[in-house]
C-alpha cells in the first residue's frame, strides 16, 4: 500500500520556463560574483555546470554540498570557498528573480492538501543541486509550505542526484520507507519515473511540462496533468 508520495519539483510542483529560468539565474548570478570571483561571466558559468555535473556523478560518498564547492575550488582556487554564505545569501534575494519564468498552478497545493489530510507522508524529491534556501523558495512559489514535507531533498542532506536509482534509494533510508509503499510523481520520464521505477516505486508522471528527451514509450505509466493527479489523490484511500 502505497503510504508516501514523492513529489518532484521543477515542472512539477512548479511549472515554468526552463531556458529563461536558466537565463535569468545565471544573468543574476554573474552580476554579484563575476566580480567579486574576479571572473567573466561565460567563465563562472562554465564552473557553476562543472560543479553540477559532478554533483550529477556523485556516488553517494560525500554530500553534495562538498562535491559542489570542492569541483568549484579546483577551477578557481580555494579563495572562492569563502563565499558559500553569501551564495546562500544570493539564493534569499537576487535568485528570486527566477520566480519570473514559473508559473502557479492551484492543483498543486490541493493535491498536496488532500494527501496530507489522507495520512500520507509526503517528500519534495527534487534534484539536489540546490541549497536548501533556493529549494525552499522554489517550493514557496508553488503555493506550498515547506512543513508539509517530511523531508526536502537539497544539496547539504544529499549525496546521490537524478537519474541515480540510489537517490530514491537515500531517500528511502532517511524516511524509513519500502520502495513498494512510496509513490513518486514527476514530470521527467528519465529523471522522475525510469529512475524511480529501477529503485522499486510506483509513479504518476505529470503531463503539463513534458520532459522525454529519449521519446520513451510512457503508455504504461499512470499519467496525466496536474489537475488529472487530483482527482487521482482524492480517490486513493486514507492511511491508516
Request: glycine share 4%; net charge neutral; with cysteine.
Amino acid at each position: 500500500m502505497i503510504r508516501n508520495v514523492f513529489f518532484d519539483l521543477d515542472g512539477t510542483m512548479l511549472p515554468m520556463n526552463q531556458e529563461d529560468f536558466i537565463k535569468i539565474y545565471f544573468t543574476e548570478l554573474s552580476r554579484r560574483f563575476a566580480p567579486k570571483l574576479k571572473l567573466e561571466s561565460e567563465r563562472l558559468i562554465k564552473a557553476v555546470w562543472k560543479s553540477t555535473g559532478a554533483m550529477i556523478k556523485n556516488d553517494g560518498s560525500e554530500p553534495n554540498i562538498n562535491v559542489f564547492w570542492k569541483t568549484f575550488a579546483k577551477l578557481h582556487g580555494k579563495e572562492v570557498l569563502k563565499y558559500i554564505k553569501e551564495f546562500d545569501d544570493f539564493y534569499s534575494n537576487e535568485f528570486c528573480q527566477c520566480k519570473s519564468a514559473c508559473k502557479y498552478n492551484p492543483n498543486v497545493p490541493e493535491a498536496i492538501k488532500v494527501l496530507k489530510n489522507k495520512g500520507y507522508r509526503l517528500v519534495a524529491a527534487t534534484n539536489p543541486i540546490f541549497p536548501a534556501v533556493a529549494i525552499n523558495n522554489r517550493i514557496g512559489w508553488a503555493g506550498v509550505n515547506t512543513k508539509v514535507f517530511d523531508l526536502i531533498t537539497t544539496y547539504e542532506n544529499s549525496s546521490t542526484c537524478k537519474p541515480n536509482p540510489k537517490f530514491f534509494t537515500e531517500i528511502l533510508g532517511k524516511i524509513n520507507a519500502e520502495p513498494d509503499e512510496c509513490l513518486m510523481v514527476g514530470n521527467d520520464v528519465d529523471e522522475d519515473i525510469l529512475a524511480s521505477k529501477e529503485a522499486g516505486l510506483e509513479s504518476y508522471l505529470v503531463t503539463d511540462c513534458l520532459i522525454n528527451r529519449n521519446d520513451t514509450d510512457i503508455s504504461e505509466f499512470q499519467s496525466g496533468s496536474m489537475r488529472d493527479f487530483l482527482t487521482f489523490a482524492r480517490i486513493l484511500p486514507d492511511v491508516k
